[in-house]
């Protein structure tokens, strides 16, 4: 087929994070390329008139959206998706209307709070309701992902130190903050994937804290996601196995992850995230439609744990869009 990699329109100088996506991009075009498609990789412009020169420039059968950002702004990557689907253009990945429903934190928790789904309390400004003064709250973005902004100080006790941090990550990174509470038990990641016989939970990832001080709060932060020389990258390995460790917890947290899939009607492939409360709930902190792809990455590597190789993953992602 003819695809268009369509990637952000990021600059050279830019953070880690969205250099990243212009990897992933070289990565998923180079595989594509290898098996056997005609392939065009451009940056995406949040403009008509420019989106249909690139279009007609490139005349793709498919295109394989990789656009995690609009305008620097994590929130506004539905762009991409709801302009090809007003042009008819066959896209990979979940739908505008699922991107935009996932696209800020504390929606997706009423949500999946409504609907029954478990995720840890929160509290959002202005007002801050709920906010419980002996309890660790987390400050996360509520509109970008990448864990921006998330390190040790992030995690703080309080109404007070909790309005100081959102103030403060506000004044230096923008955009919006919540709070929400802070659990310190097991992580991990759930991969899903589409596949013609239904949805397929890939072997589950665990997030272990190695060599982590006692009085550290266990959050995969910034430089532990960005900095792959710093102590807390090395100290956070991903790890698999749980299914055969424990099978009623593996059962739990896959069984969680579709219905978060159906709940908000996702498609192609996604990443659904949790903690484990005190006596070992599991709870949903994040569901990331379109995931990164980037081969190193934690997709690639649930994958791989399957058997499946990144560029079979690659082709397999692309097939189900068409």
Not at 95 to 103: D, F, I, N, R, T
Not at 108 to 130: D, F, S, Y
Not at 142 to 170: I, K, P, T
Request: charge should be negative.
């Amino acid at each position: 087929m003819r695809v268009l990699v369509l990637h952000s329109d990021v600059a050279p100088n830019s953070s880690p994070d969205e250099l990243d996506t212009l990897l992933t991009a070289k990565a998923v075009a180079n595989a594509l390329e290898e098996r056997g498609h005609e392939i065009e990789q451009r940056a995406f412009i949040a403009e008509p008139a420019a989106l249909d020169s690139i279009l007609a420039d490139a005349r793709p059968d498919i295109v394989f959206n990789l656009v995690e950002s609009v305008f620097g702004q994590g929130d506004l990557a539905c762009l991409s998706a709801s302009m090809l689907e007003r042009r008819r253009v066959p896209v990979t990945g979940a739908s505008a209307v699922a991107l935009a429903s996932l696209a800020n934190k504390p929606h997706t928790k009423r949500i999946l709070h409504a609907c029954g789904l478990p995720t840890p309390e929160w509290a959002e400004p202005p007002h801050w309701e709920g906010l419980v003064e002996d309890r660790p709250y987390v400050v996360k973005s509520a509109n970008e992902d990448a864990s921006l902004g998330l390190d040790d100080d992030s995690v703080v006790v309080g109404s007070g130190r909790v309005r100081a941090r959102a103030a403060q990550c506000m004044a230096r990174h923008g955009g919006a903050w919540f709070a929400e509470a802070y659990l310190a038990g097991r992580e991990f990641n759930i991969s899903l994937l589409e596949e013609a016989a239904g949805l397929r939970v890939l072997p589950i990832a665990e997030i272990q804290f190695e060599n982590w001080a006692s009085d550290r709060p266990r959050v995969v932060g910034y430089a532990a996601k960005w900095d792959s020389c710093s102590p807390d990258s090395s100290g956070t390995p991903r790890v698999f196995g749980i299914e055969k460790q424990t099978p009623p917890l593996a059962r739990s947290l896959a069984e969680f992850s579709c219905a978060a899939w159906r709940l908000f009607s996702l498609s192609g492939y996604a990443r659904v995230d949790f903690r484990l409360a005190a006596e070992g709930a599991p709870m949903i902190l994040e569901i990331n439609p379109n995931p990164c792809l980037e081969p190193e990455a934690g997709f690639a590597a649930a994958a791989a744990e399957a058997g499946i190789s990144f560029s079979e993953l690659v082709e397999r992602i692309l097939n189900l869009g068409a």
